[in-house]
């Protein structure tokens, strides 16, 4: 008897390939979203990233506005980056990775990008500052009395002032 | 007429501070020039020991079942490397001279090619190794990191190493004709 409830092997290939079916196209449908391309980006889009990097080729040309063939190539490929759901943090890295980066117009937000600098800067004028501040600072030398004679008819401050300009030769 | 006593300033920086401010501007300075000398080089010279660097290949193409080059791994054969890039027009010039020498110099096995994509983007990059059926090794100069090493000033640019490594032409430009290829690697072989 309990032959009868047996399903026949073809009947159970049958199933299989349905419920595989099945769960391809559910796995399809969830999926969609991510693998859809969005629509073209615009001109604006690309060039709201392009104008934020420089090719290596063309020095000092922003890459939104570049006109050469390089930089062309460059726009497209943000473009379908863009097109494919990329963010435009993941697509400067994708060009940091592929360049260098240096084609970065601006240097990434690190701490030691701005850090260092600063205190460069900061330990530079302190430095200085107290450079000048000692420099312009008279001290008193001890047992520097000078002694001057003028000359009979000499005015006083010529004679000093002449005095002086011979220390300083 | 006596004039006394007048105390005289005494001006100074103490020396600290002197040596301080000093070696900063020298240092500064010898910054400078470095990277001036370094702008002026112009490309690696022959002579110059090529040092170790890694090529990654673009799918599809191999050295050994590897999809890397390690260029000291060459070491014991020639080796000629020639940057270019899809959208350089003088680079097509030379392509099909390349690939020609390629496929002479292949069976041999003492001569390796390799071809630099210099900042390019992968999928005109396929194009153009399509195009001219290129079938060498070739890979992208990630970061500029190759570029940078040979100080190349644009492309198309050839390098031709030695059996031990050394440097011993650079091709500024494209080559005219296959036996300007030729020419650089058959001294190499002997």
Request: aromatic share 10%.
């Amino acid at each position: 008897m309990s032959e009868l409830f047996k399903p026949e092997p073809s009947r159970i290939t049958t199933y299989k390939l349905l419920f595989a079916a099945l769960i391809a196209l559910t796995l399809v449908l969830i999926s969609r979203p991510t693998l859809a391309q969005g629509p073209t980006p615009t001109d604006d889009e690309v060039n709201r990233i392009a104008k934020q990097m420089y090719c290596p080729v063309c020095e000092n040309t922003p890459l939104d506005v570049c006109p050469t063939e390089a930089c062309r190539q460059w726009r497209d490929l943000i473009r379908t980056m863009l097109a494919e759901g990329k963010s435009e943090e993941e697509i400067k890295q994708y060009f940091v990775a592929q360049y260098g980066i240096r084609v970065l117009a601006e240097p990434p937000n690190r701490l030691t990008t701005y850090l260092i600098p600063t205190i460069a800067i900061l330990l530079g004028a302190l430095l200085l500052l107290r450079g000048f501040q000692m420099w312009m600072k008279p001290s008193v030398t001890q047992g520097t009395a000078v002694e001057t004679e003028a000359r009979p008819g000499q005015d006083p401050y010529i004679a000093r002032l002449e005095e002086e300009l011979k220390k300083q030769k | 007429m006596t004039e006394t006593s007048i105390p005289a300033p005494r001006r100074g920086v103490p020396l600290w501070v002197q040596i301080i401010i000093w070696v900063i501007l020298v240092g500064f300075l010898v910054v400078i020039a470095f990277q001036l000398r370094r702008a002026q080089q112009g490309s690696v010279q022959p002579g110059h020991v090529i040092d170790n660097f890694t090529l990654p290949l673009f799918s599809g193409y191999q050295v050994d079942g590897k999809s890397e080059i390690q260029i000291a791994d060459l070491r014991g054969k020639v080796v000629v490397i020639n940057f270019w890039a899809s959208w350089c027009k003088p680079c097509e010039q030379e392509a099909a001279e390349l690939q020609q020498a390629w496929k002479e110099y292949e069976p041999t096995g003492q001569v390796v090619f390799l071809g630099v994509d210099y900042v390019d983007t992968e999928p005109e990059a396929r194009v153009y190794l399509k195009k001219f059926g290129i079938t060498y090794p070739n890979g992208p100069d990630l970061a500029t990191r190759i570029s940078q090493y040979f100080r190349i000033k644009g492309v198309p640019e050839t390098y031709f190493i030695n059996q031990d490594g050394v440097l011993q032409y650079v091709q500024v430009g494209p080559f005219s004709s296959i036996e300007q290829i030729r020419a650089q690697i058959e001294p190499l072989l002997k």
